[in-house]
């Protein structure tokens, strides 16, 4: 199951990012349509096999390793038939 987590934290986001990145989360989707890379928010990331209460979970799990608040979280499951979206540039 495809999962998009869309997230606020209180700090540390670098820290808190490449701990996701570390879980196999990514800050791009690969595109279908115009967008060969569709890159995501800042504060929003992709993976391509968890599902959404499991992202959910772990971000929760990494701001608490950090001593960071976790604000606000958002997953859901990645529909690749229906999106909208602007491809942005690489980060």
Same mark, same amino acid.
């Given at each position: 199951?495809?999962? +998009?987590?869309?997230?606020?934290?209180?700090?540390?986001?670098? /820290?808190?990012?490449?701990?996701?990145?570390?879980? #196999?989360?990514?800050?791009?989707?690969? #595109?279908?349509?115009?967008? /060969?890379? +569709?890159?995501? &928010?800042? @504060?929003?990331?992709?993976? &391509?096999?968890?599902? &959404?209460? @499991?992202?959910?979970?772990?971000?929760?799990? +990494?701001?608490?390793?950090?001593k960071i608040e976790f604000e606000r979280c958002?997953a859901t499951t990645w529909n690749r038939d229906?999106? #909208?979206?602007?491809? #942005?540039?690489?980060?």
């Open positions: 199951m495809e999962t +998009i987590i869309t997230y606020d934290i209180s700090d540390k986001h670098t /820290e808190f990012k490449n701990e996701m990145k570390l879980l #196999g989360y990514q800050d791009k989707v690969h #595109g279908v349509k115009n967008c /060969e890379w +569709i890159y995501l &928010p800042n @504060t929003t990331l992709y993976h &391509p096999s968890k599902k &959404p209460s @499991t992202a959910r979970d772990e971000a929760r799990k +990494i701001c608490e390793n950090l958002f229906y999106w #909208g979206a602007i491809c #942005g540039s690489k980060f």
